[in-house]
């Protein structure tokens, strides 16, 4: 998936060996570093010639009324995207005044990587200039792990064939106001096709400017948003390391500081500058506050020295890599990318420090800097697993939304509360509600990370002073938001949710939908159980949650109630769980014979089209089936998953890491790999074509997902660990690591066997395919194992379900849309699929 020449394998780094600007936007973002607070995308020192100049902070954003075409109640009304801050990146080099320009350098020597044990982006280049000279120049950049504030930046230039005069500059721009490293306001960029994923764009000044100065070194800009009223302010130093003559000149105007470094190079004798930068930033501290914390930042780190920081920097991933590699044996193809995409977990969540995981991290703009429930789902996890103070601080972002969140439930008409689609500041940002408000599952997401992160932790301390608010409030807005179904006797029969829409975006606003009632079900169950336990086990904690959320025992015993009397789709004609209550009655898209210049289908048809069909953007039905699998039997999984996957295209990067479980659990074992390298390379091979707006961190967490529970088996339902490998016929091996409740548990399987070391701890209890074992802490269980589960040839394919009949006995038939035919063709499943012209 990847040009090997340019991209070599290296189980360590992501390198490029060849300069090229036609995936600018790509490298950009894949060579993007950060810490989960900063981010600095993978621009090149020289500043200019870029897909997009991206320096983000975790939360720093500006608001603007949303207009809608037609206003109704509830909608929202104030967006929020996040703010591209100051760029530190730019420290040009001039070589007899001759800049290094990478589109035309003549390079004979070109390296950049992002060093996954360093923690370093690295860039070496051997440049001859048009007058001879042999130039190297080496760049090394760093956002800090430990210093959650700093970034670091270092060029080295060594002329090394003759004496020549070299000039080194450093900036600071302001480039979300349009300043380029000139000072000058660029030309517009070009326009961009349509694709809703991108972020919002400003049509006016957003950073006013406050304090800006230099003082020797030492260059400030500082501002405040325009409508936000956030604060931000961008001290950076400089440190000079040369055995040659060289002077400084300093530039600061509003929105760009200059500091320029005029070297008399000496033939082979180095100059050396490194550029450290801190960036805060506040909902409303004074500029000038944080200009002192920055300038208190590197104090610091000048004391102690920079190469004291590229250590700690080492020291930080070493740690990393010990509690979360995931080791595949013999493939450092797929070992290269399951390590980046591990890495750009760290990068997007490591110091968010009680602010969300963006959908696109800190490596771009896409999604406007957005958390949606993709942190909870598909990132958590791993953070739960790995690091679970990561995991807790990810969790306290959403106990900190609970205001806003129940003055959005009341705005619905709803108790309790209803956390936001797409936010940052805790309101609701989605203008669509139709795929975004409407997708009240992402209540059961966050209360189901929740519990996972409880049980795997057993971290009971947060759970009863904070996550019980969580639990609590969303388990109110199921109760208020369903209703019950009464039999001839007046007797409660069932329990419906409607007017909702789940994962699956291709389908909205519907009643029943199957992943929406079996997650709320989950929910519900795990509310009134949390205050049940707590009633007996913690009663002065129980006391105060009482106080607090004015909670009436008896809402509990409701929850439990409308929990066991909650509807679960099912199709006895077709013997699957439908997505929805009216999913079967639709037409079915017929993927197989749909274009590619037609993919993905929100680009090219009206969401009009794409709703009166059966026709996934990403898993639903197959996700609850693995969420909440201990409700569903293996036949079940089976059968639904035949099913749902022809008809799943894949438009979301969500997806294919779901399909790729299922696929492994039920014994599509080729097919599990397939759509497992598809997430693996989702970005490092920009397989959506929209990898330049920034990585797809959910997939990311995904990958790990799709290592550790689809190949690697592990299930924790009811809390209760289990393992049931699916490793791919030509892997030979799997290691990863697992921390529950305190106790590092590290897990290799084979093709003969199931191994378990546990580091020092409490004894955990664990099943391999049913058996029971017992682990105590130092100790080593050894499980052999017959095979690696079913094995099913080939994928489901929709002629399969030829001659299916829905409940009112009318047969399936497929179709893609084409204003070309002027009635729908009377063909089946299995009749379309006959013909060797694609159907219409």
């Not at 049940?532 to 129980?542: K, L, S, T």
């Amino acid at each position: 998936m990847l040009d090997r020449d340019r991209f070599p394998i290296d189980p360590w780094r992501l390198v490029e060996t060849r300069y090229s600007s036609d995936d600018i936007g790509v490298t950009e973002s894949v060579f993007a570093v950060g810490n989960g607070y900063l981010g600095l995308r993978g621009n090149h020192p020289e500043g200019r010639h870029a897909h997009e100049q991206g320096t983000f902070i975790n939360g720093f954003h500006e608001i603007f009324p949303i207009r809608h075409a037609e206003q109704a109640f509830g909608l929202a009304e104030v967006g929020q995207a996040l703010v591209n801050a100051p760029d530190a990146k730019v420290m040009r080099v001039y070589v007899d005044d001759e800049p290094l320009t990478l589109e035309t350098a003549d390079m004979r020597e070109y390296e950049r990587a992002l060093d996954m044990r360093a923690g370093v982006l690295t860039r070496h280049v051997r440049w001859t200039t048009p007058s001879g000279k042999d130039v190297v120049i080496d760049f090394d950049r760093m956002v800090s792990f430990e210093e959650k504030h700093l970034a670091v930046m270092r060029v080295t230039v060594t002329v090394l064939n003759a004496d020549a005069p070299v000039t080194i500059s450093c900036q600071l721009v302001n480039r979300q106001d349009g300043e380029d490293v000139y000072g000058g306001t660029p030309l517009p960029p070009k326009k961009a096709g349509f694709d809703p994923r991108r972020s919002d764009t400003f049509h006016e000044r957003v950073l006013l400017p406050a304090e800006y100065w230099q003082d020797g070194l030492r260059a400030v800009l500082s501002y405040r948003v325009a409508a936000s009223g956030m604060t931000i302010a961008v001290v950076a130093d400089h440190v000079v390391e040369t055995g040659n003559e060289y002077s400084a000149r300093t530039l600061v105007e509003p929105d760009i500081a200059k500091n320029v470094f005029r070297v008399q190079a000496k033939a082979g004798v180095p100059v050396t500058v490194t550029k450290l930068v801190s960036y805060h930033t506040s909902t409303g501290v004074p500029p000038r506050e944080l200009v002192d914390r920055g300038r208190r930042t590197l104090d610091r780190v000048q004391s102690e020295g920079v190469q004291r920081q590229f250590d700690r920097q080492a020291a930080w991933c070493e740690a990393f890599w010990h509690r979360s590699d995931v080791v595949i044996g013999g493939h450092d193809d797929l070992q290269q990318a399951v390590r980046w995409c591990l890495f750009q977990l760290a990068q997007a969540s490591a110091r968010a420090d009680g602010l969300g995981v963006p959908a696109k991290g800190l490596t771009g703009s896409g999604y406007s800097g957005h958390y949606f429930w993709d942190t909870e789902i598909y990132v958590l996890p791993f953070l739960a697993y790995t690091t679970p103070q990561w995991a807790r601080n990810a969790l306290r972002m959403r106990y900190l939304m609970l205001p806003a969140a129940r003055k959005r439930a009341g705005q619905l008409s709803e108790a309790g509360a209803l956390f936001p689609w797409r936010t940052i500041n805790g309101e609701e940002a989605s203008a669509y509600y139709a795929a975004g408000t409407a997708q009240y599952h992402i209540n059961a997401d966050v209360s189901f990370a929740l519990a996972k992160y409880v049980r795997a932790s057993g971290d009971e301390e947060f759970l009863h002073r904070e996550g019980v608010d969580i639990a609590v409030e969303t388990a109110r807005l199921w109760a208020s938001l369903g209703f019950w179904r009464f039999g001839e006797a007046g007797d409660a029969e069932s329990f419906h949710i409607h007017g909702v829409t789940g994962p699956d975006e291709y389908t909205t606003v519907v009643n029943d939908n199957l992943f929406t009632n079996v997650m709320a079900r989950f929910n519900l169950r795990f509310a009134a159980r949390t205050v049940r336990e707590m009633a007996q086990d913690a009663p002065e904690a129980y006391r105060l949650m009482v106080q607090r959320l004015s909670f009436d025992p008896a809402e509990a015993d409701a929850w439990e109630a409308a929990a066991e009397a909650m509807h679960i789709p099912f199709s006895e004609g077709l013997g699957i769980h439908p997505q929805d209550a009216v999913f079967l009655e639709r037409e079915v898209w017929d993927l197989e014979n749909t274009p590619e210049s037609q993919r993905p289908l929100l680009l090219h048809f009206h969401p009009l089209v794409i709703y009166r069909y059966q026709v996934l953007k990403q898993a639903d039905v197959v996700l609850a089936l693995f969420l909440q699998g201990n409700h569903f039997t293996a036949e079940e999984k089976l059968v639904d998953f035949e099913y749902y996957d022809p008809l799943t295209t894949g438009d979301s990067t969500l997806s294919a890491v779901v399909q790729s479980i299922l696929a492994a659990e039920v014994g599509y074992r080729d097919l599990a790999l397939e759509y497992f390298r598809a997430s693996l390379f989702v970005d490092l091979a920009d397989l959506h074509n929209n990898a330049t707006d920034g990585v797809h961190v959910a997939s990311a967490g995904g990958v790990w997902t799709a290592l550790v529970s689809g190949f690697g088996g592990m299930r924790d339902h009811y809390g209760d660990l289990t393992f049931d490998p699916r490793l791919p016929a030509g892997w030979p091996s799997l290691e990863y690591t697992l921390h529950w409740r305190g106790t590092e548990l590290r897990v290799a399987v084979t093709q003969t066997e199931f191994r378990i070391d546990a580091g020092e701890g409490d004894a955990v209890d664990f099943a391999v395919r049913g058996v029971p074992h017992r682990i105590e802490g130092g100790q080593s269980v050894v499980v052999p194992l017959v095979d690696q589960g079913p094995v099913r040839e080939g994928r489901p394919r929709l002629g399969e379900i030829a001659e299916a009949r829905r409940e009112d006995g009318t047969l399936l038939s497929a179709s893609v849309p084409d204003p070309m035919v002027p009635f729908p063709l009377l063909e089946t499943v299995g009749e379309v699929l006959a013909d060797d012209e694609p159907s219409s």
